[in-house]
């Protein structure tokens, strides 16, 4: 970096910096995971420091190998919300080695050959989830069924054995696991059966009145609102992404019930509000302008929509998100604010 | 309104981005202000430094001219220097004496300038006296009636804006009264820590509205409107009470950095945004500091020049911040010793606040008009710089509404072409951007860079425009000139067709001539045509004074060989045959004189033996003929040897048409010339026809006319082989002229050439 040696004014800041900001969205995804370990068991906790050490190992190595000073950089969290990302995309069960190329290509390829932070086109978790999803598909879908199912979760000896060795000694794993309510209805359509019935069905098992899924959606709610308030991520992101798909699935769901999804069900199931407040938040790889943002976040929410209703993909998110990502900068060309004292 | 604002600041107390709905701007950042450190103190009594440092450039603008010497005793309000340039045309103000005392020096100081520059300065020391002469500026007192007397009563007082920039004052005043519809007083003092202007609201709040007054007056301004930022209750109240009763209007605006600026506040107070580019002026506004009102009164009223100021002296490392009316030319370590700094003052101070101010070079800098406040904030652990994260928190608070990020990622790649497309001239340095930005990146800084390095690119790609224009005009000039000369050419040959149209006929008469030599000859004249062509540029414009010149060439030929010709005919042939040398320059010359002479001959046979001419055209065209061809052809070669030479050292157009694509083409292409050439010898032997006919009489003309009745009447097969014969002859005249002039060309360009 070039940068200039005279230091001048202003000599005053307000004190915020890069990690503050990586910390306090690392805190708000902590309702989620709190909601994800109760409802899905440990094996989230496992994934997550599966992922941390890969991810450090990554960082230390990209640095020393692209000549940076590692510490100041390898404390700047973000590597930590790359792999908090990722993490909660990964089947909480699913076996070690899938987070840690998961990690270890969203970081390497995502960001470091890139330049590293800031300098990365791509949002690197979803840059990861996209790469598993493609390489181990079948590892990617079996989800672990949440506790409503199995009533008890495994604790976390069993997950951290299950997760390395791919089974657990006198305990049948096909109650532990499945598809995910996205996946259920996809296949359900597929045989003929209307959203409805699958709903339904869903809807026997409940944990007051909501899946698992929806609470843990809500979870990433809480902590998205406190991000909002706390002035670290735009409003235009939630907003953009949350109201446009919340729109185009009422508008469908009115068209034909049986065939597409009512509104509130689009909003808990799969990653939307993982989406809406922690991946595409992701300032580096957004669009900066105001209006940018907006059509940022409502140009996911249309592809998302598109890519669960009529794509090859369950949960079309990551998908969605790339696709924007190289939008940007057109985005952002297009959508310069009116400078101070100028004409249109 | 009212309701939307306190729920506005029910929600800022959540989040304190909120606070940025509350004014007209966008952006905006909300820093800790640190006034209290120096506004909850009262004014300090003035302090007589041993050394008064007055530098003569203190504003923008030129340095006026000393007008004191070394030694001098002067006193208060003296004139110490003075524009020595009309400062109605060049900016520039005088400069006074803050107190009694002796000139000691006059030399180079260190400038409390961002760049830390020297420049020459009048050093006094003070005597501790103080006594002053009342009324240095001689003024009654009286409001003045016109824009212009205010100027001169501001430019004689040295008033210069005393917010920013230091603009001098008079300069901004327009000469005709009625421009200005608005007077605008800026009280915002939006930057942390400064709070001289809000003491001098509180203590001086009637000279500032006297002054407001006085200026509203002299320049026919109906409104007086003053913005004071919330955080300064006391100043309001001072100012309301003062302005009670007048036109002026109090406007409290809302705390928020930078309302003070100038746009920003202009803004806020009468909603008109200003347009890019333009000055307040343009609007029909002039906004102008607090403390800049204050000093036009005590010019007016008093006669008193602008020598003090009120500073604020403040920072973290004082324990006991002031304010101060303090004497220009008081050094900045003097007024901070005063403060009883906490540690000792081995840290740059700042002059200016925090957001916009400059670390001086020097500690013992002088104040100067524009220093509003002396900071002395001890130097904090800067954070490391880290790539910028897009995350958009300094658009959200640059009040211009740029795109700092943008501008940032531009500037660091050096692409100030696009940085310039993102309006950075816009930028005012406010540093808000900088402010906020999480990866601590001195974006400022960069700004600043790249609005000089643009500015440098300005400059240079001015002079690269100024030498291409320069170029382009004149090749527009030589372009003109051979359009003209072309066009010249042209109404000759037009001429001349019509000559050939009449005469056509009497070509029949040159006929019975080798089709073979004839080909021959055309062939080598086209080559020399084709070979001329890209030589025209150049020839063409001697080809004007060339022709009197050929012709002067020709005269004394044909007398020297009108008197070889009449004792010698024949035996000119094998002689001028001879010279078939490889040195084609001198081949050359030799055809160029041999034409010459063949005309000249021609001429004087027509002229001095008029009896046997037709004998005599015969003959010479017979020699013509050999002549002609061994000329061309040895024209032909010299032009290739200097196409290749001058392909070399010319540029690619001339390449393109190199001697090899040159030779092969003719036939095809030099139709046209041949035409041309056609004419010509047509011309040529219409000439010679009008001769034969006045000097041989009828004899030849009856001749000639059954053949041109027989060619006109049947035109058969014979007229059409006569035509043809007719066309070859002329065409070998053409050659035969060709080669004269190309090889006079040849002679022209060799003298050419070396000058060139
Ligand atoms: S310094 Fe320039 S870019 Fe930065 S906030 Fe101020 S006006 Fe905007
Ligand atoms: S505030 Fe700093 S990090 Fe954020 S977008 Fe602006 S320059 Fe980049």
């Not at chain 1, 105001?290 to 998908?319: E, H, Q, S, T």
């Amino acid at each position: 970096m070039n940068q200039p040696t005279v230091s001048s004014s202003p000599y005053a800041h307000n004190n915020q910096n890069v990690r503050k900001v990586m910390l306090q969205v690392q805190i708000a995804a902590f309702p989620a995971l709190l909601a994800h370990i109760y409802l899905f068991g440990f094996g989230i906790v496992i994934q997550w420091m599966l992922a941390l050490t890969t991810a450090l190992a990554v960082e230390y190595f990209m640095l020393k190998l692209r000549g940076r000073p590692v510490l100041p950089f390898i404390t700047d969290m973000s590597a930590l919300i790359t792999i908090t990302g990722l993490v909660f995309c990964i089947p909480p069960d699913a076996p070690w080695w899938i987070v840690v190329t998961g990690s270890a290509f969203a970081l390497i390829f995502g960001k470091h050959l890139y330049g590293g932070l800031g300098y990365n086109p791509f949002n690197p978790a979803m840059l990861g989830y996209a790469f598993l999803l493609i390489s181990f598909p079948v590892q990617m879908t079996q989800w672990t069924m949440p506790v409503e199912f199995t009533q008890h979760t495994l604790d976390f000896m069993q997950s951290a054995q299950y997760i390395f060795t791919g089974h657990i000694p006198d305990v049948s794993l096909d109650m532990y696991t499945g598809a995910t309510p996205l996946n259920e209805m996809r296949t359900g359509l597929s045989q003929g059966q209307p959203i409805t019935d699958t709903l339904s069905k869903d809807m026997q098992t409940t944990l007051g009145g909501l899946n698992s899924w929806a609470w843990i959606n809500l979870a990433f709610l809480l902590g998205g609102l406190w991000m909002l308030y706390s002035g670290v991520i735009s409003w235009q992101y939630p907003i953009g992404f949350l109201g446009t798909l919340a729109i185009i699935s009422f508008v469908f769901n009115q068209v034909d019930p049986e065939l597409y999804p009512p509104m509130d069900v689009v909003l808990l199931t799969g990653g939307t509000m993982l989406a809406a407040f922690f991946i595409i938040t992701d300032p580096v790889t957004a669009s900066t302008t105001p209006k940018g943002k907006l059509i940022y976040a409502a140009g996911i929410a249309v592809l998302v929509y598109v890519i669960r209703n009529w794509g090859a993909f369950p949960d079309g998110i990551a998908f969605a998100i790339l696709l924007m990502n190289i939008a940007v900068p057109l985005i952002d060309q297009y959508t310069q604010p009116r400078v101070f004292g100028h004409k249109r | 309104m009212n309701l939307l604002s306190s729920v506005i600041k029910l929600v800022a107390k959540f989040n304190p981005a909120a606070k940025r709905w509350m004014h007209s701007f966008n952006g905006g950042v909300f820093p800790k202000y640190n006034k209290s450190l120096s506004a909850s103190q009262p004014i300090r009594k003035q302090i007589i430094p041993e050394r008064l440092i007055l530098p003569l450039q203190q504003q923008v603008g030129l340095t006026p001219e000393v007008k004191v010497q070394v030694g001098d005793k002067v006193k208060k309000n003296q004139l110490l220097a003075q524009p020595s340039k009309d400062p109605f045309k060049a900016l520039s103000v005088p400069v006074h004496a803050p107190t009694s005392g002796t000139i000691v020096a006059i030399e180079p100081v260190t400038l409390p300038h961002p760049s830390g520059l020297q420049d020459q300065a009048i050093i006094l020391e003070p005597d501790g006296q103080d006594e002053s002469i009342d009324n240095v500026l001689g003024v009654d007192g009286s409001i003045p009636d016109s824009p212009l007397a205010l100027k001169a009563i501001l430019l004689n007082a040295g008033i210069v804006g005393m917010g920013g920039a230091g603009f001098p004052t008079y300069a901004k005043i327009p000469n005709q009264a009625g421009k200005i519809h608005t007077l605008l007083i800026n009280g915002a003092e939006c930057e942390p820590f400064i709070t001289c202007d809000d003491l001098l609201m509180q203590t001086q709040a009637g000279d500032i509205i006297q002054g407001a007054l006085i200026t509203a007056e002299a320049l026919g301004a109906e409104r007086i409107i003053c913005g004071i930022e919330s955080n300064k209750p006391a100043a309001i109240k001072a100012m309301k009470q003062a302005a009670s009763n007048t036109k002026v209007e109090i406007k409290v605006v809302e705390t928020v950095y930078p309302m003070g600026g100038q746009k920003q506040l202009t803004l806020e107070l009468t909603g008109v945004e200003m347009p890019h580019k333009a000055h307040a002026v343009d609007v029909g506004m002039l906004m102008m500091n607090v403390a800049t009102y204050a000093a036009i009164y005590h010019a007016v009223k008093f006669g008193e020049p602008l020598t003090s100021r009120l500073v604020t002296v403040s920072g973290l490392g004082l324990k006991q911040p002031y304010n101060m009316n303090v004497m220009m030319g008081t050094p900045f370590s003097a007024l901070a010793r005063e403060a009883s700094p906490k540690s000792e003052l081995n840290y740059p101070l700042v002059m200016g606040g925090p957001m916009m101010g400059f670390k001086v070079a020097n500690n013992d800098v002088p104040v100067i008009k524009t220093t509003n406040c002396i900071l002395a904030n001890p130097p904090e652990p800067v954070e490391m710089q880290m790539p910028c994260i897009r995350c958009g928190d300094c658009m959200d608070a640059c009040p211009v509404n740029l795109l700092p990020q943008q501008m940032y990622w531009h500037s660091q790649a050096h692409e100030f072409d696009k940085v310039e497309k993102l309006n950075v001239f816009d930028c005012i340095e406010c540093g808000c951007c900088s402010y906020v930005c999480p990866s601590h990146i001195p974006l400022v800084q960069y700004y600043r860079h790249a609005k000089s390095e643009i500015k440098e690119i300005h400059a240079e790609r001015e002079a690269v425009e100024l030498a291409k224009q320069r170029h382009e005009f004149r090749l527009a000039r030589i372009e003109r000139e051979k359009q003209e000369r072309e066009a010249r050419l042209k109404a000759k040959k037009e001429a001349v067709k019509k000559q050939t149209s009449k005469s056509s006929e009497a070509t029949a008469d040159t006929t019975k001539k080798p089709a073979s030599a004839a080909a021959a000859a055309a062939k080598a004249a086209a080559a020399k045509r084709a070979a001329a062509k890209t030589k025209t540029s150049q020839s063409e414009g001697q080809e004007t004074n060339k022709v009197p010149s050929a012709r002067m060439k020709a005269i004394e030929a044909a007398k020297q060989a009108a008197q070889k010709s009449a004792a010698e005919k024949t035996a000119s042939q094998p002689e001028e045959s001879k010279p078939k040398q490889a040195d084609t320059k001198s081949a050359a010359k030799q055809a160029a004189m041999m034409a010459a002479k063949k005309r000249a001959q021609a001429k004087a046979q027509k002229s001095e033996e008029p009896t046997d001419l037709t004998q005599k055209t015969a003959e010479t065209d017979a020699s013509k003929k050999e002549d002609a061809r061994k000329s061309a052809m040895q024209a032909a070669k010299a032009a290739a040897k200097k196409r290749a030479e001058a392909a070399k050292t010319k540029n690619k157009e001339t390449e393109s048409l190199s001697p090899d694509a040159a030779t092969e083409k003719p036939e095809t292409d030099s139709s046209g010339d041949k035409r041309k050439a056609a004419m010509e010898a047509a011309k040529a032997a219409a000439k010679k026809r009008a001769a034969a006919k006045s000097q041989n009489s009828d004899k030849t003309e009856e001749q000639i006319k059954p053949v041109d009745t027989s060619a006109e009447q049947t035109e058969t097969d014979t007229s059409v082989d006569k035509r043809k014969a007719a066309m070859e002859a002329a065409r070998k005249r053409a050659a035969e002229r060709k080669a004269k002039q190309q090889a006079e060309k040849q002679d022209s360009d060799e003298q050419q050439e070396n000058p060139q």
